[in-house]
């Protein structure tokens, strides 16, 4: 059974705070006691030092809290001690047990400095000494030190009613912060099942944490996705237009190329059908050639070389006048040169496409191309379309070819806005007062306008 994050939470946080209290309950019980004496008697020698050197009874009690008490050694040891005694009454510091034994004074005859702790018994309290020599006294400072294993008792007991208050103020608040916690991620969890059986919710969630910054990367994962699903969508009703488009434009020669063969086995050809037959396998080439091509516009060859971009439209328009016929083509621009970093051979079939396009399908006699500073190339003519909604799709003919001796496939306007998008640029058509006007802007960071 899986755990909620609310039970280990709680878990956690109380294990932690067992363990943390279970270290101070051993370090207050067998540790403390031992450092404490440690303390107290490091304290009773820094005393003795500063008497041995400046003598002053006074100021070494004073500072070190501490009793100082002289004695004869050359009294017996009953005398010696009872006259120690009686100076710790004087002091208002009354022992059951304290005892200077005789090896602690031939110790101190040695000039041995020597320390003793005396364990009061049920006074719960001990006391600590030492004994040096000075001349023919027995020089004794000691301090009082309460039974530190009493109150690290109690302290214990504390601490452990402590520990068990604690433990339920953890629950209870753990409690109260897990379902603060776990509300945004259970809708984070929705979100994310949502997403997955691809509906693509937002999850609206503002904590200010890093729960929120989650929030967000899921929103926006989301908003990818459901864009990504609408392209591929889009792409797969692309696919099957095209798909359709194409069937379309290969039945028409196949049919004319069956009727025409079979024509030639009956005998029937006059002299034309062989002709006819090739002209419609070199419209299907044709067909298929810009179909592949059409297909290779996703390909990015990143064959980048430096170009002016004035001179690459005038060299197609020479290769058109020609043929134009009774078209004309008016180019006016207001730059002289505009270098431009990308793939020429893609850019080269893009303005190919665009002029030979508006001389095949214009109605007028006049078709205007101009280029500005900005950046932007527009070519504009006369038409007798309607609606342009379709115009970037693959396959779609407006209307039949005006001049014969260009052919149509439909495939040209999508493979340039295909193109023009690969290379980062935009393009954009509009019909206004029956004239059809195309705008590519060839503005990004690798174009140099020079004037």
Known sequence: MKRKIGTKLTIYITLVVIITFSISLTISQFFLPKYYLHQLNQKVTNAFSVYQEFEDKSLVEDQFDVTILSVSLKDNINVLNENLKQQLAR????????????EVLQKVNEDKIVGKVYNQGKQKSSFIAHYSKDDHQLIMIGASMANFIEIANFINRFNIFFLIVSILLIIIITAFLSR?????????????????????KQAEIRTGDEIEDLARSINKMSKTLEKAQQDLSKRNID???FMIGLTHELKTPLALVRVYSSGIED?????????????QVDRMEKIITDMLYFAKTEENDSNKTNFDLIML???ILDNYRPIQGEKQIYFKTEVTEFMLTTEQDKVHFIFENMISNAVKYASGN??????????VFEISNDTTLTDISRIWQPFHVGESSRDKNFSGTGLGLA???????????????????????FKID???????DMH
Request: proline fraction near 1%; hydrophobic fraction near 40%; charge should be negative.
């Open 366 to 375: 006049e078709i205007q191309i101009f280029f500005g500073r900005d950046g």
């Open 313 to 315: 439209i005038n060299e």
């Open 267 to 279: 005998g029937m050809d006059d002299g034309t059908y062989l002709a006819t037959i090739n002209k």
């Open 415 to 437: 493979t340039v806005k295909s193109l023009v998008e690969q290379l980062g640029y935009s393009a954009q058509a509009t019909l206004s007062n029956s004239k059809i006007i």
């Open 239 to 241: 696919l099957k237009q």
């Open 91 to 102: 002091e208002h510091i009354a022992l059951n047990k304290f005892w200077v034994s005789e």
């Open 180 to 200: 603060k916690l776990t509300r945004p991620l259970n809708e984070l969890k929705k979100v994310a099942k949502e997403i997955g059986e691809l509906d693509f």
């Open 442 to 448: 060839f503005v990004n960071h690798d174009c140099v």
